[in-house]
């Protein structure tokens, strides 16, 4: 079992930047395909970000690309989302998430075995 933490959220204003954290107490990370997905209200959780397992090959939804980054922190026991340019429609509940079976990065939600409670971030126009 992989107990997954999220935090960093908060209250931003447009344009403004946030870094969002994800451990797994006392267990690497190295081993998991490891993904951040976002719900905002009344919507769907939907995919925001990944890494791979194998190759820290990286992968993000059209609409975060150049203003997320999604990184592994040195000691695999950590993975982090920097978001930059933030904007009102990013506010939502932020989760990250962990696959320890397949060699791709998800998209989507079923293929991930462990999820954090998530993280509330809300962006001010």
């Known amino acids: 079992q992989v107990q997954l933490v999220e935090s960093g959220g908060g209250l931003v204003q447009a344009g403004g930047s946030l870094r969002l954290s994800c451990t797994a107490s006392g267990r690497t990370l190295s081993r998991y395909a490891m993904g951040w997905f976002r719900q905002g209200p009344g919507k769907e959780r939907e995919f925001v970000a990944g890494?791979?397992?194998?190759?820290?090959?990286?992968r993000y939804a059209n609409s975060m690309k150049g203003r997320f980054t999604i990184s592994r922190g040195n000691a695999n026991t950590a993975v982090y989302l920097q978001m930059s340019s933030l904007k009102p429609e990013d506010t939502g509940v932020y989760y990250c998430a962990a696959d320890g079976t397949g060699w791709n990065i998800p998209t989507t939600v079923d293929p991930y075995d462990y999820w954090g409670q998530g993280t509330q971030v809300t962006v001010s126009s």
């Open positions: 890494i791979s397992r194998r190759d820290g090959s990286t």
